[in-house]
């Protein structure tokens, strides 16, 4: 292997703003302590909240890197003590609570994957922050069944597009929600059963005539705001809300008669700030039931772009367009 540097490559905000504000930086390479990896990273995923943060909104929790990223893949270069699963060389994909748009990240071992079968590492930093928010979401605090009816807002972003695909594989029924009838076009590509155009259809009523007035069981949303209520309207008896954005605010005025009338649960996750104990339980999970899909290319992250570093603030231009379908990667090595 070639000698580790002391000295990388990396992307700052020294100052909250526009995409401008990412700004390459000279950074020290992280040292792999108790039971972490150092992955010298090839491709790190674009992701919402990594626009959050350059805007201000999104600070890291307490002890992570300051430096955006919530996902890669790479390769082991390094072994912190402890840390016996992966051995240097291993090809790897890993989420992290940031760090990600740099040469190097240190990583603990048990929020780190082998590469899925069949991926290359350009897919495979595609799917952490996404599948594993997926998973964590819709079949563990959703607990989407087979036969159920599940409705994702946002069918085409990395998150939809994940979230269509493990919920068909599943068995369920999907509606999908869009802008515009080209990415409407590719969430029923992906298997959606219902796609609507949010821009000219109105979703709780084509929602309620899908179900035949039932309902939908499952609802992952990434927009808030006056959706909170309209999930409400369309969600069936027993229905499940899934929290995980807030694009059109996290403060509405609701009537919560339909939650009490309809025995709702709304509920709702964010994975940065969770304990790496707790990501490693998903991670596990995961492996378990996602793993063989992405190996036998059941389900597969959607690529849309890839963007060298130095031009991180183009990708952040690209995503908050809105026109991308799937995934936008950063090209590190």
Known sequence: MTAIPTKMRAIGIPTPGGPEALVIEERPVPVPGPGEVLIKIAHAGVNRPDVLQRQGGYPPPPGASDIPGLEISGVVVALGDEARRFRVGDAVCALLSGGGYAEYAAVHASNVL?????????????????????????????????????LV????????????????????????TAGGAEKCAACRRLGADLAIDYRSEDFVTAARSFTSKRGVDVILDMVGGDYIQKNYEIAAD?????????????????????????????????????T??????????????????????????????????????????????????????????
Do not use: Y
């Open 114 to 150: 082998p590469v899925p079968a069949g991926l290359t590492l350009a897919e495979a930093a595609g799917v952490p922050e996404t599948f594993f928010t997926v998973w964590h979401n819709v079949f563990e605090r959703g607990a989407l069944k087979a036969g159920e009816v599940f």
């Open 153 to 176: 807002h946002g069918g085409t972003s990395g998150i939809g597009t994940t979230a269509i695909q493990l919920a068909k594989v599943f068995g369920a029924k999907v509606i999908a």
């Open 238 to 274: 027993s229905g499940r809300i899934v929290q995980i954005a807030f694009l059109r605010g996290p403060k509405v005025e609701v009537d919560f008669r339909r939650l009490m009338l309809k025995r709702l649960t709304h509920t709702g996750s964010t994975l940065r700030i969770r």
């Open 276 to 333: 790496v104990a707790e990501k490693a339980e998903i991670t596990r999970a995961v492996e378990d039931q996602v793993w063989p899909l992405l190996g036998d290319g059941r389900v597969k992250p959607v690529m849309f772009a890839n963007f060298p570093l130095a031009q991180a603030n183009k990708a952040h231009e690209l995503m908050e367009t809105n026109t991308h379908i799937g995934k936008i990667i950063l090209d590190i090595a």
